[in-house]
């Protein structure tokens, strides 16, 4: 559980852009596309097609000391449930041996830190990724080695819901308790009771995972295309039925029902718009 920092350290974080007009000749790691992403094309005066500036953040942590993280975050409100897989691109490379943060970095030293939930602190899953270091080599590095696979966030939300029911099915089970889980490489955890269909933030950081006389660590870590895709387009149905019936000098009888399922809309609807409930 991360800690506020009230005492002085030494760790400091710089936030940037970095992207495909203006670091495409940066040393010693040159900026590209991450595979499969297209520049967005605008149509400007006299049918000219412009490609849009494309750009990823950059998080330059120096002095991270061992069981330490630092980070970004936004605040948004959001229905995942809708979706069933969550996608990110990461890159992560050394400082510069001229930077004073400036410390040797081998493969999963450091990990990527993805929180989604309520909030950060006291409601949300967590993904944790062990990191592979680019190496510098020139100019025409390829792309898959600056953004590697082994790096990228890419699994499926149902992952996280199977462990909160694997946590809770527990003797003991507590969501005041930090419960994780290792999957391959990868730490995937819980704490509280976070629901994928009121997520209100994402915090993406870094971390220095707890080592007995760990070295403070530098690096710099470029996160891009936070994506959500296979969205559930399951069709849905809806009826109306009603019954008048007529019992002689009785009187008369009027039966009414109606039935609504999940994913049903109108045709002007957009998916995230559709009913998720069953009525």
């Known amino acids: 559980t991360y800690v506020s920092t009230t005492q002085n350290t030494f760790t400091t974080l710089n936030t940037l852009a970095v992207n495909i007009e203006e670091n495409d000749r940066r040393t010693p790691i040159p900026y590209r596309i991450p595979p499969g992403i297209e520049r ?75 929180r989604i939930g309520q909030d950060f602190i006291n409601n949300y899953y967590e993904v944790k990724i062990p990191l592979h270091i680019t190496r510098p080599q020139g100019p025409n590095i390829p792309v898959d080695s600056i953004w590697p696979e082994v790096n990228n966030l890419d699994f499926l939300l149902d992952e996280l819901i ?40 994402i915090f993406v950081g870094v971390e220095n995972p707890l080592r007995p006389d760990g070295p403070d660590l530098g ?46 809309g109108t045709i002007d609807q957009r998916i995230g718009q559709r009913s998720t409930e069953a009525t």
Not at 54 to 81: C, I, P, Y
Not at 102 to 113: F, G, K, S, W
Not at 256 to 262: R, V
Request: aromatic share 8%.
């Open 40 to 114: 967005v094309q605008a149509l400007a005066n006299g049918g000219v097609n412009i490609l849009q500036n494309e750009q990823a953040l950059s998080m330059q942590v120096r002095n991270l000391a061992t069981g330490s993280a630092r980070g970004v975050f936004k605040t948004f409100t959001n229905d995942l449930r809708r979706y069933k897989k969550l996608s990110m691109f990461i890159h992560a490379e050394e400082l510069t041996p001229q930077d004073p943060g400036y410390t040797p970095l081998q493969d999963n030293y450091l990990m990527a830190v993805v």
């Open 162 to 201: 199977e462990l909160k029911k694997r946590r809770n099915a527990q003797p003991g089970a507590s969501p005041i308790a930090y419960y994780s889980e290792r999957i391959g490489d990868r730490e995937y955890g819980i704490f509280g009771n976070p629901n994928l269909g009121e997520v209100r933030g």
């Open 219 to 264: 690096a710099e870590v470029w996160i891009n295309e936070l994506r959500l895709s296979n969205i559930d387009d399951k069709p849905g149905y809806a009826a109306v039925g009603r019954v008048d019936v007529q019992l002689a000098d009785l009187g008369n009888l009027s039966i009414a029902g109606s039935h609504m399922s999940t994913n049903f």
